[in-house]
């Protein structure tokens, strides 16, 4: 069972939002996961938080052996710096 973190589409049509979740790798985009680990809103609006991650359980989970996608790690990334600060 091969693991990856990626991105799973959700919202309208021309504004997409996105869970960031843990699946297996044979699984469709926006099918089963095994776990919702955050949310990234590109179109983030007003007072509305652009991503919310818990990078305990992600680094948990590519601990574990999933593989986490381009565009995540670099989400993954971004959360831990905003974390420092």
Do not use: F
């Not at 990234?40 to 601990?63: C, F, H, T």
């Amino acid at each position: 069972m091969a693991l990856k973190i990626r991105l799973q589409r959700q919202g309208r049509v021309h504004h997409p939002s996105y869970r960031i979740v843990v699946a297996e790798s044979h699984c469709r985009r926006d099918g089963r996961c095994v776990e919702k680990i955050g949310v990234y809103e590109p179109q983030a609006k007003g007072k509305s938080v652009e991503l919310s991650l818990n990078i305990d359980r992600a680094i948990y989970w590519m601990g574990v052996g999933a593989k986490a996608t381009d565009t995540v790690s670099k989400l993954i990334n971004r959360a831990k710096n905003s974390a420092l600060k």
